[in-house]
Each structure stands twice: as structure tokens, then as C-alpha cells.
């Protein structure tokens, strides 16, 4: 069996979890604010992060998307950063982000859900 080659990062498994959750937090809120935009929902929906929504009417959803792969990068970089002193604070960063975000996606599918005509 070939030995699998270092990358690095302390926490592959963690970090792949986080960055999916991420990536699906991105699909669902374009999902979102497109649906809404067409009129495809009973009520109109917005950004709930003020400060993602300010990037939003500020620079599209090209800025929306990334600022929120941006958001994804730093937290994975602190987690990193800390997790080199201490691995367990690192990993449970990186376990709550993945719990946060992967209830937000929850909460959008779910209000997506309710709310398609």
C-alpha cells in the first residue's frame, strides 16, 4: 500500500468538512436570492449577515461569493495558526464552524423549501 503523502495541514478531514458546509452556505444563498429575485418564492428574501449583505448590494453575487470563500479561508487559517500550539482548540474550531455553517444550510434548504411557489 502506498504511504499517503503529507500535505501539511493538521486537519484534512476537519478542513474538507468545513470547506464543503462553506460551499453548500454559497449554493443555497444563490439559490435563494435568485428564486427571490424571480419571484419564484412566496416572500421576498434577503441576505441575513448585514455584512454580507452590504457586500452583496455593493458587489453582486461575484463579491458575495467570495467574501464568503474569504470568510471560509480565514477561518481555516486561524484554525490552522492555533492548532499548531493547540491542536484540540484547532480541530474544535473547525468542528463548530462545520456544526454553524451546516445549520445555516439546514435553516436555507428548509426555508427554501417553504417558501418555493
Given at each position: 500500500m502506498p504511504k499517503r503523502q503529507k500535505t501539511g495541514l493538521q486537519f484534512e478531514t476537519e478542513l474538507s468538512w468545513f470547506i464543503l458546509v462553506g460551499a453548500l452556505d454559497v449554493f443555497m444563498t444563490y439559490?435563494?436570492?435568485?428564486?427571490?429575485?424571480?419571484?419564484?418564492?412566496?416572500?421576498?428574501?434577503?441576505?441575513?449577515?448585514?455584512?454580507?449583505?452590504?457586500?452583496?448590494?455593493?458587489?453582486?453575487?461575484?463579491?458575495?461569493?467570495?467574501?464568503?470563500?474569504?470568510?471560509?479561508?480565514?477561518?481555516?487559517?486561524?484554525?490552522?495558526?492555533?492548532?499548531?500550539?493547540?491542536?484540540s482548540v484547532g480541530r474544535g474550531l473547525l468542528v463548530l464552524g462545520t456544526l454553524v455553517v451546516g445549520g445555516v444550510v439546514v435553516y436555507s434548504f428548509l426555508l427554501l423549501q417553504r417558501n418555493l411557489l
Open positions: 439559490l435563494i436570492l435568485r428564486y427571490s429575485a424571480e419571484q419564484r418564492t412566496h416572500n421576498v428574501m434577503i441576505e441575513g449577515n448585514p455584512i454580507a449583505r452590504w457586500v452583496l448590494h455593493r458587489w453582486g453575487m461575484q463579491g458575495m461569493v467570495i467574501f464568503k470563500f474569504l470568510m471560509i479561508a480565514v477561518v481555516a487559517t486561524i484554525a490552522e495558526v492555533v492548532g499548531k500550539v493547540r491542536p
